[in-house]
């Protein structure tokens, strides 16, 4: 289940995507408010342990998603919002741009829920360990060690909320900077179950690699999502889920049946470096195939005299076949000795024979 690739992507405008840590698109945090002020989530080799701070409570719900979503898009792209040298992030008019984006309206009881829920984010320490037989790979840290948030509500909105800082463990800024991942934010902004988030940038990950047919079960997902739930009833939520991102991702080619969920190679809603390259790589597999279909042997009078050559015309021109057979070009830049091995032996050799076209 764990991947370390990174996922490159080309250069865009600001905020026409952003990024989620590789961490969130393998575990989860709580749904709803656990009993407990500690949760694990397990993903293969990879345990995470969440533990809740001095109130006990850990983050829960849709808010500390978006949260970690803005903090590390900030992170990755060198937002001038946040100082790489002491780890801090002013919370300024990018966390409002980033909120208006994403349809959140600040204010009221919205405000009470986001106050607590940062406040419990940026007190919730990570247990992470990714250990197997011969490996011992252990990380834990806090979110932050200081923050300083303004939530007075009588403040003008360009007050308040939208200018002051949290200053993150520098453990936090590496974890969000080990390859994220990237996130359409028109999605994000359609998704409204915190589970919803999750299965989206899930899949946005498995699909940036995913070349092939893969089937994943219900305790496995039930592992690494977590729920309050028994099985059956997780399969339930999940499913809902599923759905809900297929409405606003429909490329997103995914299928739940009785024994788990099963993965189809899909386009990513942000496409990436990566991604591109393999659909570069398809399209000439593609095209080279098409061409050897329609290959034959023909023959080809060069100034070595006459000689045969297998391929045809779609696939190098007569000039690379007279090139070919007097060894003008060098064997390994050979279109045709590449095309077809049983042209290798020929190259730089034409006899003087009569091949009619077959």
Partial sequence: MNDSTDIEIPDDPWMSHAFISKLMTQVSLPYRKPKEDKIVRRNGNLYVGFVGGKTGILPYGKYPRLFEVYACTMVKTGDPSFNPENCTLNLGTTF?????????????????IIKAQ???????????????????RINNFVVASRAQIDWLRDDPQERGLFENWVKFSQEYVDFLRDSP??????????????MS??????????????????????????????????????????????????????QARITCGRQGVTLYPSETSVTSTAQTRHLEHVEVRSRKSREKINAHWFSVTSSAGKGEVYGSLEAFSTTDAQMHLDGSVGFSECPVCAFDERNRVKHGHAPAVNVSLF
Wanted: include cysteine; aromatic fraction near 12%.
């Fill in 181 to 194: 991942v990237p996130v359409d934010l028109a999605v994000v902004a359609n998704l409204n179950s915190p």
């Fill in 96 to 112: 409002r741009e980033f909120l208006r984006l994403i349809n959140v309206q600040v204010g009221g009881r919205q405000m009470d």
């Fill in 197 to 250: 988030l999750d299965v989206y940038w899930w899949l946005a990950r498995r699909y940036s690699y995913l070349h092939e047919r893969q089937n994943v079960a219900w305790r496995q997902l039930a592992a690494q999502f977590g729920s309050t739930n028994e099985l059956r009833g997780f399969r339930r939520s999940f499913k809902h889920a599923v759905a809900e991102v297929r409405r606003v991702y429909p």
């Fill in 118 to 136: 940062l406040e419990r984010l940026f007190d919730c320490t990570y247990q992470i360990s990714n250990s197997d037989k011969g490996h011992t």
